[in-house]
C-alpha cells in the first residue's frame, strides 16, 4: 500500500506523511506500508512500485479533494506503472468530508480550544493524537445546550489550502457547512490561496454576525507554508482557537484503511 502525499518544501509535510504511513503499519500490520511524494520530496509514488517486493499494490492519494493532483497526476502514475510487473489500482480521495474526516476535524478543533483555555497558545507541527480522550467528538455527542462547544466556541471556520477547481471547492464548502452542522454552529469555509475567503477575513465575517469566540478548524492533512499563513490570518482576526492538521489521527488511519478495503474489492476508474 502506497501513500501518495502531495509533497512540500517544509520538511514537516514529511514528517506528517510518514507519521500516518507508521499508524496504518501499526493498525495493519497485514500491509507493507510506503510514503511516496509527487513534488519536492521523494521518494516518488513509481520508484516504490518499483521497488516493491509485491505482485499488487493500492495507491492512496493523501488528498482531501479531487483537484488537480487527483486527476490528472495520480492517473500518469498508474498509466507508467503499466510497464512494471505489478497489478496497481488507485483509490479515491480521502474527501469529500465524510463521518470519519467530520469526527477528526470535531476532535482536533477541541484539542484546539482546549488548548486556548489552558492558555498555550502554541502551535506545534504535528499534533498529539490521544485516542479516546474526546469521546463526545468521535460518537457524536451534540454540543452543550447553549448551542457552543463545551469550552464556549460559537462559530468555526473551516480553513483549506485553496485550488482553482470549483468542483473542488464546492466540496470543501459542503464540509465547512456539515462540519457547522455537527458542531451546532455557524460555519463559514476559507481559503489559503486562490480566489475566495481567506481564513481572516471568515473569522472577521463570523464575528461581524455576532459570534465571539470563533475557531478555526484545518482542512490540511499536514503542516506546511499555506496551513501556516491560513492560521496566521485567522489569529490576527481574532480566532480564539486554531487547530493542527489532521496528520495522523486515528480517523484518517481508519479512513485509509477503509478506501484500500474498498478498491481491492471495487477499484475506483481513474479519468484518462
Same mark, same amino acid.
Request: proline share 8%.
Given at each position: 500500500? @502506497? ?14 506523511? +510518514? ?39 493500492? =495507491?492512496?492519494?493523501?488528498?482531501? &479533494? ?22 496497481? &489500482? ?19 478543533? %477541541? ?5 486556548? &483555555? ?22 457524536? @455527542?451534540?454540543?452543550? $445546550? !447553549? ?25 470543501? !464548502? ?14 463559514? @469555509? ?7 475567503? &481567506? ?6 465575517? %463570523? ?21 501556516? %499563513?491560513?492560521?496566521?490570518? !485567522?489569529?490576527?482576526?481574532?480566532? @480564539?482557537?486554531?487547530? +493542527? ?9 481508519? =479512513? ?8 481491492? $474489492? ?7
Amino acid at each position: 500500500m @502506497v501513500l501518495v502525499a502531495h509533497g512540500s518544501r517544509d520538511p514537516r509535510a514529511a514528517v506528517a506523511t +510518514e507519521a500516518l504511513a507508521r499508524a496504518v503499519r501499526r493498525a495493519h500490520s497485514e500491509w507493507l506500508v510506503e510514503a511516496s511524494y509527487l513534488d519536492h520530496a521523494g521518494p516518488r509514488p513509481l520508484d516504490v512500485l518499483a521497488s516493491a517486493p509485491a505482485s499488487r499494490a493500492v =495507491l492512496v492519494p493523501l488528498l482531501l &479533494t479531487a483537484a488537480y493532483h487527483g486527476r490528472v497526476d495520480l492517473p500518469a502514475v498508474v498509466r507508467a506503472a503499466e510497464s512494471l510487473p505489478i497489478s496497481v &489500482t488507485a483509490t479515491d480521495v480521502l474527501g469529500p468530508a465524510s463521518p470519519l474526516l467530520l469526527s477528526a476535524l470535531s476532535r482536533r478543533l %477541541l484539542t484546539a480550544t482546549q488548548s486556548s &483555555t489552558a492558555g498555550s497558545g502554541s502551535l506545534p507541527g504535528v499534533a498529539p493524537d490521544p485516542a479516546g480522550s474526546l469521546p463526545w467528538a468521535l460518537d457524536g @455527542v451534540l454540543p452543550d $445546550s !447553549a448551542g457552543s462547544l463545551p469550552w464556549g466556541l460559537d462559530g468555526v471556520v473551516l480553513a483549506s489550502a485553496g485550488t482553482r477547481d470549483e468542483a473542488a471547492r464546492a466540496t470543501v !464548502a459542503d464540509a465547512a457547512a456539515a462540519l457547522g452542522r455537527r458542531l451546532g454552529l455557524p460555519a463559514a @469555509v476559507a481559503y489559503a490561496s486562490g480566489a475566495g475567503p &481567506t481564513p481572516g477575513e471568515a473569522v472577521t465575517a %463570523l464575528r461581524a454576525a455576532g459570534a465571539r469566540r470563533v475557531g478555526m478548524s484545518a482542512y490540511f492533512l499536514a503542516p506546511g507554508l499555506l496551513y501556516d %499563513l491560513a492560521a496566521r490570518t !485567522a489569529r490576527e482576526a481574532g480566532a @480564539v482557537a486554531i487547530a +493542527e492538521p489532521l496528520t495522523a489521527a486515528q480517523e484518517l488511519v481508519r =479512513l485509509v484503511a477503509a478506501r484500500v478495503e474498498s478498491a481491492l $474489492s471495487h477499484p475506483v476508474p481513474l479519468a484518462a
